[in-house]
Every structure is written in structure tokens, then in C-alpha cells.
């Protein structure tokens, strides 16, 4: 099994910074895609920022500019810095990884338990 950890949220001017991180443990053969989505009270997960395993990035239009995902593989752990903070950033935000738990068989997908995102004033 996979578990991944959340952490970094909280409560942030607008204009301010945070980063978070998820660190995924347990049977881990291969990670593939690590990434971010959002959900803010009364809407839809959207997706925020994706990283493949070779690095390559994208993002939602929205934060664009002002969010950057980036990984470190060596400790299966996927960030997500956030600058610029807007209200409407506000928002649970949860982690997302596609592992490959055996060197037979296909990856599967795992989520964090969220964490609480709030900028206000």
C-alpha cells in the first residue's frame, strides 16, 4: 500500500507565499506523474500543476506565474510552491501521485488527505 503525507497549508495574506509538500511511503516501485488539484467549498477538484517523471510541467491558467511544482525523487516527494496568493486561492488542496507498486503490473492512483489552503486578510 502507498501512503502519501501532506503538508504546508494554512492561513496567508493575499500576496503571501506557502509551499507544500507530499511525501509518498510504503511499496513503492516506480512513480510516475505527481500533482496538485483544489478544491474550493461548493465547486468541483480542479486540476492545479502536474509534473511527469522527467520533469516536465504544466499548470492551470489560473495560477500560472505564480505556482511551481517541482519533485524530488530520491525522497518521493512532490512541492508545490505557491507565491501571490490570491482569495481565490482558497481552497482544499490535495496531492496526487500514479505509482507503480511492483515491477509486474500497471500504476495505480493514490490521493493525500488534503490540506487546508486559506488566504484572506
Known amino acids: 500500500q502507498v501512503h502519501l503525507v501532506e503538508s504546508g497549508g494554512g492561513l496567508v495574506q493575499p500576496g503571501g507565499s506557502l509551499r507544500l509538500s507530499c511525501a509518498a511511503s510504503?511499496?513503492?516501485?516506480?512513480?510516475?506523474?505527481m500533482g496538485w488539484y483544489r478544491q474550493a467549498p461548493g465547486k468541483q477538484r480542479e486540476l492545479v500543476a502536474v509534473?511527469?517523471?522527467?520533469?516536465?510541467?504544466n499548470c492551470a491558467d489560473s495560477v500560472k506565474g505564480r505556482f511551481t511544482i517541482s519533485r524530488d525523487n530520491a525522497k518521493n516527494t512532490v512541492y508545490l510552491q505557491m507565491n501571490s496568493l490570491k482569495p481565490e486561492d482558497t481552497a482544499v488542496y490535495y496531492c496526487?501521485?500514479?505509482?507503480?507498486?511492483?515491477?509486474?503490473?500497471?500504476?495505480?492512483?493514490?490521493w493525500g488527505q488534503g490540506t487546508q489552503v486559506t488566504v484572506s486578510s
Open positions: 510504503g511499496s513503492i516501485f516506480r512513480i510516475y506523474v
Open positions: 496526487n501521485q500514479v505509482v507503480q507498486v511492483k515491477p509486474v503490473g500497471g500504476p495505480n492512483n493514490y
Open positions: 509534473i511527469s517523471s522527467g520533469g516536465t510541467t
